[in-house]
């Protein structure tokens, strides 16, 4: 059986995020990270269902870990780069005034809400697909934002670690960074 033949397996993960533009209240809400046997990972943040065609949630896990990268590089005094690769967002990076660099990656998808699925965000495939902008950024002081059209979710670094990692390992792939997965931050 060849790897588009295999099923992959059932997956289930969550966590409490810190919401990051709320930490000095110590706002938290709930993030599950799933997926059942089609081409879709779930994802809810707080109450709020998404589900991602797998290139779009690989693509998304690709871009926080970015942000995370820049993020831990502006707070060590160097800016690592990340991979050069195809992506789906267009990634794009800006020297702050403060002379921290800021991260920013955004795309266009076939955006639709159902019932019994929630958010769904796919690739468009018609040139006339009406579409929906989802982004990741750099926030201050070590923050990092999924953003889409209707909401904005702000979480730490090290879940936005933990959210790549659920998200690459929903689709059966390996984890983007094995030690925040070791050792359970």
Same mark, same amino acid.
């Given at each position: 059986?060849?790897?588009? $033949? =295999?099923?992959?397996? #059932? &997956?289930?993960? +969550?966590?409490?995020?810190?919401?990051?533009?709320?930490? !000095? &209240? @110590?706002?938290?809400?709930?993030?599950?990270?799933?997926?059942?046997?089609?081409?879709?990972?779930?994802?809810?943040?707080?109450?709020?269902?998404?589900? &991602?065609?797998?290139?779009? #949630?690989? @693509?998304?896990?690709?871009?926080?870990?970015?942000?995370?990268?820049?993020? /831990?590089?502006?707070?060590?005094?160097? /800016?690592?780069?990340? #991979?050069?690769?195809?992506?789906?967002?267009?990634? *794009?990076?800006? %020297? *702050? /005034?403060?002379?921290?660099?800021?991260?920013?990656?955004?795309? %266009?998808?076939?955006?639709?809400?159902? !019932?019994?699925?929630?958010?769904?965000?796919?690739?468009?495939? $018609?040139?006339? @697909?009406?579409? +929906? %902008?989802?982004?990741?950024?750099?926030?201050?002081?070590?923050?990092?934002?999924?953003? &889409?059209?209707?909401?904005?979710?702000?979480?730490?670094?090290?879940?936005?670690?933990?959210?790549?990692?659920?998200? =690459?390992?929903? =689709?059966?792939? $390996?984890?983007? @960074?094995?030690? !925040?997965?070791?050792?359970?931050?």
């Amino acid at each position: 059986m060849n790897q588009t $033949e =295999m099923q992959l397996a #059932a &997956f289930f993960a +969550e966590r409490e995020f810190i919401c990051w533009r709320g930490r !000095e &209240f @110590d706002e938290l809400y709930p993030c599950q990270v799933s997926r059942q046997v089609d081409q879709y990972v779930s994802l809810k943040l707080d109450i709020m269902p998404f589900r &991602f065609a797998d290139a779009v #949630a690989e @693509d998304i896990a690709r871009c926080l870990y970015d942000a995370v990268l820049i993020t /831990v590089g502006n707070l060590a005094g160097f /800016v690592p780069t990340p #991979a050069d690769r195809e992506s789906i967002l267009e990634r *794009r990076y800006r %020297k *702050r /005034v403060s002379g921290e660099w800021h991260y920013f990656a955004d795309g %266009k998808f076939d955006c639709h809400e159902t !019932e019994e699925e929630g958010y769904v965000v796919e690739l468009a495939t $018609e040139e006339n @697909d009406e579409t +929906e %902008k989802v982004s990741v950024y750099t926030i201050e002081e070590g923050g990092v934002e999924l953003i &889409f059209n209707f909401m904005c979710y702000s979480f730490s670094m090290l879940d936005a670690v933990w959210l790549a990692n659920a998200l =690459m390992e929903a =689709m059966g792939r $390996e984890p983007l @960074d094995l030690l !925040e997965t070791a050792s359970g931050l």
